[in-house]
């Protein structure tokens, strides 16, 4: 019989893989092919320039290029292997 610690553990696992998938539900498929899109984390700085976005990697992207995004945080789909930007989304009003 499996351990109350067990049943916690496979909790979690269970709740993490559900916001995963969440996470990745809203963006466009094109975009994400269900792996390419993220959150930017703390220290993933962007500024805001009058003709886009600049990244904290100095990679840049024109406001026409920007989508909006559904909450207020920034978010970046990316090519895994050569970091070409696919998508990027800003918080309404930065955009």
Not at 9 to 27: G, T
Not at 50 to 74: N, Q, T
């Amino acid at each position: 019989m499996a351990s109350g610690r067990t049943w916690i553990i496979v909790a979690a696992a269970l709740s993490f893989a559900a916001s995963q998938a969440r996470a990745h539900s809203w963006y466009p498929a094109w975009c994400c092919s269900d792996h390419d899109c993220r959150e930017l984390l703390r220290g993933e700085d962007v500024t805001e320039t009058e003709d886009g976005f600049r990244l904290w990697d100095g990679r840049f992207i024109g406001r026409e290029y920007a989508k909006p995004s559904p909450d207020i945080k920034f978010h970046l789909c990316e090519e895994p292997v050569t970091r070409a930007i696919i998508c990027f989304f800003a918080p309404q009003g930065q955009s």
